[in-house]
């Protein structure tokens, strides 16, 4: 492609050259030039050669007083970036001191003067040196003001310090570069405002800033933090704003349900819950399921009955059927349940609810045993025997339905 354009520069340059031609060989014109008593007299082609010439010969002498300068420049350019990748080297590998050395003396040469300031910087914090990190922070502000207040912002958000963050975010120019966008949406969920960090989201797709399942993983943080601070006039309209696959996202229906039964709406999360358990088996948002507050016309318990054939061996299902059942005041049923779901393996969370279940039976020998296995267990200690179940209630606790694969084989628990 140079090849071509230089020699249609030359063609050009040559009919150029003939058309000037043929037009000064019809009159050659005269130019006369008096200076000082002295007459000069030529041709006006001859003269226009001349004065070509005379402005050459100008230009090369420019080039080559220029030459040196240049020379000196590039060696200087090339040495600051041999500086800066061995700085970023000794970076990687731990050696603040060399690593800081480095970058400052490549912060000298202004074509690389943004990232090596940046690098020195976070190298004079590693290693302790504060007042090294102060003066790149400085020279790095004198220089690229955008870069030093993005820099700045995400110390403060390491921190937690996420207002100031935002405010230095704020003195970035516009539109802000997707680390900022990143490091802004984080920063307003940390600060009740996660609803308005969402129109942050399709940028941060648009300019594919986190791979797909780290931006699937931080839209339903947001969701999430949305919902956890909405009041009672906007968390039903944000709810049925998102879409089937955040209704259904864990964190999401999560901290939907637990809002909505802190706002009065006990129906709705638990039928939320409950959908999304339908849609997709999940062991925490069962467990939640039990820990909800009951409302009034909430069955929940014959909805959490329905999963019992599928999932009879689950420990979070048995315990929430034994919260559930508790709260109907059938201690016996309740009592049952979580035998079972100790026997499936089920913490301490199964220990304090057989506790209560005790309590409420007015069984105050094993009561205080099972409140203090709750917290064995909670330790990582070995529980101690509690009594009251016969053997065959025990064989019949650990029994587990038989599952098979695709092709029908039997697995193993």
Known sequence: MNLYRSLLWWLALAAL???????????????????????????????????????FALWGLWWLLKLPIQVWRRHARQQARNRLVSGLEALHQGRWQRAESLLAKAA??????????????????????????ALHQAALLAHDAPSAALEQAMDLA???RHDDALAALATLPSPLPPGALLLQARAMAAT???????????????EQALPAAQLAALESELAAAALAEAQADTLLQRWNAHPLRLQQAPAVVAAFARRA????FEK?????????????????????YGQLRAGRDTPRLARAETWLPAHGSSPALLVTLGRLNFEQQQWAKSENLLHRALAQ????????????????QNDGTRAPLAYANALRVARGETPLSLDGRSLREQIADQAVAERRNEHGIPQLR
């Not at 003067?113 to 990190?133: D, H, Y």
């Not at 393996?345 to 005790?358: N, R």
């Open 158 to 160: 390491e921190l937690g």
């Open 268 to 288: 709705q999360g638990a039928e939320a819950l409950a959908d999304a358990i339908d849609a997709q088996w999940d062991d925490a948002l069962v467990a939640l």
């Open 261 to 264: 039964t802190q706002l009065g």
């Open 192 to 206: 009740g405002r996660a609803q308005d960090a969402h129109a942050n989201l399709n940028t941060l797709r648009r």
């Open 108 to 133: 000298e040469d202004d074509s690389v003067r943004t990232p090596a300031l940046l690098a020195a910087r976070r190298a004079a914090v590693a290693a302790g040196n504060v007042e090294g990190a």
């Open 17 to 55: 050259g003939a058309l000037g031609w043929s037009w000064f060989s019809q009159d050659m014109g005269d130019v006369v030039v008096r200076f000082r008593g002295l007459t000069y007299t030529t041709t006006l082609a001859y003269f226009v050669v001349a004065w070509g010439l005379l402005w």
């Open 345 to 360: 393996g089920a913490g301490a969370e199964a220990w304090e609810a057989l506790g209560d279940t005790l309590v409420a």
